[in-house]
C-alpha cells in the first residue's frame, strides 16, 4: 500500500518519529518551526478555507495544500462553507500544488471527490467511527486505489 502518514499539528513527534509529513492549520503554522520540519525532511501540509489562507499556505512552499472543508463534517467545529465538488475542481486548475480534500469525505463521496483529480483526501469520521479501524482503513484505500468501486 502506498501510503503516506502526515501527523496532525504535532510537528515535533513527526520529526521525532520519522513520518512523512505534517499537517499543520493556519493557526498553527505561527507556533511550529518551519525550519527544523523542513531540515528534518519532513513534508509539510496546509489546511486552508479561502483565498487569503491559500495565499498564506504558498508562501511556506507546501508539499500540499489541504482544501476543506468540502462538506459539511463533525469532526471539529467549522465556521467556514463547504467548498463543494465544483470549488474543489476549480482550487485544483486553479493552484500548482498537490491538493488533498478535508472536510466530510466519505465512503459515499470518495470517488466523486477523486473525479476533480485531487492528489489525496483527508478522512476522519469514516476511519475512526468504526469498530475496526484498520479494516476501515484498508477499504477506503481500495476504494480511492481503484481496487473497489
Known amino acids: 500500500i502506498n501510503t ?12 521525532k518519529y520519522g513520518a512523512y509529513g505534517v499537517h499543520l492549520g493556519q493557526e498553527d503554522l505561527l ?20 483565498f487569503w489562507e491559500v495565499s498564506c499556505a504558498l ?20 465556521p467556514w462553507l ?3 465538488i465544483k470549488n474543489l475542481k476549480y482550487w485544483r ?5 498537490p491538493i488533498v480534500a ?5 465512503k ?17 469520521n469514516s476511519i475512526l467511527s468504526k469498530e475496526n479501524i484498520a479494516q476501515a ?5 481500495n476504494i480511492w486505489c481503484g481496487f473497489e468501486k
Do not use: C
Open 31 to 50: 507556533n511550529s518551526d518551519i525550519y527544523a520540519i523542513s531540515n528534518a525532511g519532513v513534508r509539510l501540509g496546509i489546511s486552508t478555507h479561502s
Open 59 to 78: 508562501k511556506f512552499h507546501p508539499s500540499y495544500i489541504a482544501i476543506g472543508p468540502v462538506f459539511p463534517t463533525s469532526a471539529k467545529k467549522m
Open 102 to 106: 478535508i472536510g466530510g469525505i466519505s
Open 137 to 141: 482503513y484498508k477499504d477506503l484505500n
Open 108 to 124: 459515499k463521496n470518495m470517488l466523486e471527490v477523486k473525479k476533480t483529480k485531487v492528489n489525496g483526501v483527508s478522512m476522519i
Open 4 to 15: 503516506q502518514l502526515f501527523i496532525n499539528d504535532y510537528w515535533h513527534l513527526a520529526i
Open 82 to 84: 463547504t467548498q463543494g
Open 93 to 97: 486548475e486553479l493552484i500548482d500544488v
